[in-house]
């Protein structure tokens, strides 16, 4: 039987996740810990495991998500594609960054895990022309409308995004409502406000959702 530790405890209040994964997460925490270059600035534990660990999934909690290739844009320390990763072993992610040596790193915490189904790209989005993403994720990466125009190449026609974002969306909405609409997506928005405050903003193809709110939520 596995024994829940203090940070896991802290995870298991808001998602299940399997003795593996808490394994896994746990020797990721300490490759980031030990790494010689600054790939994030949250490096106390407590904080790492709820803002980084379980932020980059808690959109699970509340959304199903029907994919089978993810692309992750910007994914600097490795967030959210590693956890993406973790969480869904049957799927792939792309985790795209144009810091050589931020994919390096990540590269080797990929091997390190024995993830088989995480792949780190080191290019800007806009130069691949040989990866498609059923959902495109960005974390703190850019506006909504810079992200959308910039993964073109790497969408296809039932694509869908997933944008983690603070409090002030509404101004990013407004930016790129005609852009949004000429490509035919829907928006919505799940506002979290425990444990942490985020914005999960998705964007669906009118023709296709990939990303939807669950009936029930505990």
Request: glycine share 6%; hydrophobic share 40%; proline share 2%.
């Amino acid at each position: 039987m596995y024994i829940l530790k203090g940070k896991e405890k802290v995870l298991n209040k808001y998602l299940f996740f399997t003795p593996e994964q808490y394994i896994l997460f746990e020797k990721l925490y300490s490759m980031i810990a030990d790494t010689p270059i600054n790939l994030t600035r949250i490096t106390a534990k407590d904080d790492f495991y709820l803002k980084h660990i379980l932020d980059s999934i808690y959109f699970i909690k509340y959304l199903d998500a029907d994919f089978q290739t993810g692309i992750d844009v910007g994914t600097g320390g490795g967030f959210p594609g590693i956890i993406l990763a973790i969480y869904f072993r049957n799927k792939n992610f792309y985790l795209v960054d144009s810091v050589k040596k931020k994919c390096d790193f990540v590269a080797k915490f990929i091997a390190e895990l024995g993830l088989k189904n995480a792949y780190v790209v080191n290019s800007r989005v806009e130069n691949i022309k040989d990866i498609k993403g059923d959902i495109i994720f960005s974390r703190g990466v850019g506006k909504v409308e810079e992200i959308l125009r910039l993964t073109k190449n790497v969408s296809h026609e039932t694509t869908a995004y997933l944008f983690y974002k603070g409090e002030n969306i509404d101004s990013e909405i407004n930016t790129a409502i005609k852009y949004i609409k000429k490509r035919g997506l829907i928006y919505d928005n799940i506002r979290v406000q425990e444990p942490i405050l985020r914005s999960y903003l998705y964007f669906n193809s009118a023709n296709y959702i990939r990303l939807r709110r669950k009936k029930n939520i505990d």
